[in-house]
């Protein structure tokens, strides 16, 4: 490999194509001795996947994702000054438990108290709703499956909302039930909102269907890109392509599948 | 509550995992586990499953233990299976996963440092590997590693049906309330149960933790769940053979429709309900 000299004085033209060349040991070494920054910045991006991996991980719902990415990253900044790379241990296995660390002091701190609560109580109420248009649409109760795969929930989620309404309802077995007549108007509310939800779902499917033509390569950028939420950059680097061709495969992908579908979508 | 017990034993295919969660959410609302810190647990304990169910039989299936217990300041978890063990030197604290050759030196094992309190790996007596965790309640720091709690007879599940059951012992019955319903949740819903048969099994289930029986002095609730092609066998005891009794009589009663299938074993000391999935 390209053994480069650890030039603190190393004009920064040199730049991340030169930078990306250098080994993680070279890299430590240049930032924690020489205090060169590039090598600290190339060190940052190459392990944002792992922090990024982590935060999903860590993070229960979507809300605090980017929070938790953020904090994540101050533990992988501390992680990198004080990494030593002599002992021959690989750095993630170091960082982890850094970046994690910072994770669990936000979420204790601000994530849990705002936000997961909040989602646990919608993703009950989304059940109860789709509970009961299932219920209606095909005439016999719903499976916890169905119920999943109607709300694109995880089963657990759905179990989970599940057992907090059965909770709920043995607490609250005295209190009086909504009347027919009463619940006529929230019911058809709840109706509306479904009905969106599920022409969404169709749509997905048709997609489904035209994404088993393009190949595994480029269905892999389309999640990354709009699944994962990853930047072009940062597909081009876990891909080791560069960030041109990424942005040529999205565009031919999604043309193609737009001409694949257009003419189901018609049909609809 | 100051100590509550749980044991499971279940195969360690992927999809028990969740299971595991399931387990472990119960057990959390009975010992009053703060929702956070139930996060970080289910975290590592999932992990730790995890690994286990990728590497411990080399990619064969085979049995998993997941033991929780609450002391005042901590909660202990242990992950045990019978399998091919780590090469790693015994009892050790591993500082990095560097230390261990094995399954665990992936993503696994650096978490599960981040998330617990303190960490041991060891290979215990008859084989595998145990990974045992403590965690502190609340904000105590608890420090050192609260030692495992003594048994084991292994739960019994038929050989032949280790895919299918899940073998339980709880402590006290309070454990068994919180416990016991998101199992069966958990078991009748990947039975297909629809929500509605699940809420009627989970009435059933109800009885014998409600009124009778009187649980022997030792508090100790055992119970399987096995799930036999669309019919859910839970065995539950071990009680009075009047009490088995009494209880069949409840539950025909509270679901005349759908339990026709009810058998108790009148030669053991345990209930045996058989609920199908549709009448």
Known sequence: MHTSTLDCDAPHTVGLIEASRRQPDELFLAWQRHGDVLAREELMERHMPLVRKLARRYARSSEPFEDLLQVGSLGLLNAIDRFDPSRGRPFGAFAVPTILGEMRRYFRDAGWALHVPRAAKERALAVRGAVEHLQAEQGRSPTVNQLAQFLEFDVEDVLEALTAMAAYETTSLDAPRTTVDGAGASYAETMGGEDERYELIESDVVVCAALTHLSPRERRILRMRYVEDLTQSAIAAEIGISQMQVSRLLRRSLDRLRDLTQSEFEAL | ?279
Not at chain 2, 66 to 91: K, N, Q
Not at chain 2, 245 to 255: G, H, V
């Open chain 2, 1 to 279: 509550m100051s100590s509550a017990r749980v044991r499971v034993e279940l195969s360690n295919r992927a999809e028990n995992v969740p299971m595991v969660r399931q387990v472990l959410g119960g057990f959390a609302a009975a010992a009053g586990i703060p929702q956070a810190d139930l996060h970080d647990m289910s975290l590592a304990l999932s992990e730790a499953c995890n690994n286990a169910s990728l590497h411990a039989y080399g990619g064969a299936e085979g049995p998993l233990e997941v033991e929780l217990h609450t002391s005042p300041a901590a909660v202990f978890a242990r992950v045990r299976d019978w399998g091919v063990g780590l090469t790693l030197p015994i009892d050790s604290t591993p500082e990095f996963p560097a230390d261990v050759e094995g399954g665990l030196a992936g993503l696994g094992l650096p978490m599960i440092l981040g998330l617990a309190d303190s960490v041991r790996l060891s290979t215990p007596d008859g084989g595998g590997t145990a990974v045992e965790m403590v965690f502190p309640r609340g904000a105590r720091d608890c420090g050192q590693l609260a030692s495992p709690p003594g048994h084991t007879e292994p739960l019994g599940i038929v050989p032949g049906q280790l895919a299918s059951t899940v073998a339980l012992e709880m402590t006290p019955p309070g454990v068994a309330k919180e416990v016991l319903p998101r199992v069966l949740r958990g078991v009748a819903s990947r039975a297909h149960f629809s929500v509605t048969r699940v809420e009627e099994v989970l009435r059933i289930a109800a009885l014998p933790l409600t009124d009778a029986p009187h649980w022997a002095e030792s508090g100790r609730v055992q119970a399987r769940v096995v799930d036999d092609t669309g019919v859910l066998e839970l065995s539950i005891g071990p009680m009075s053979a009047e009490d088995v009794l009494e209880l069949e009589t409840a539950a025909r009663r509270l679901a005349p429709g759908f339990i026709g299938t009810v058998r108790s074993a009148p030669a053991t000391d345990q209930l045996v309900l058989r609920l199908s999935r549709s009448a």
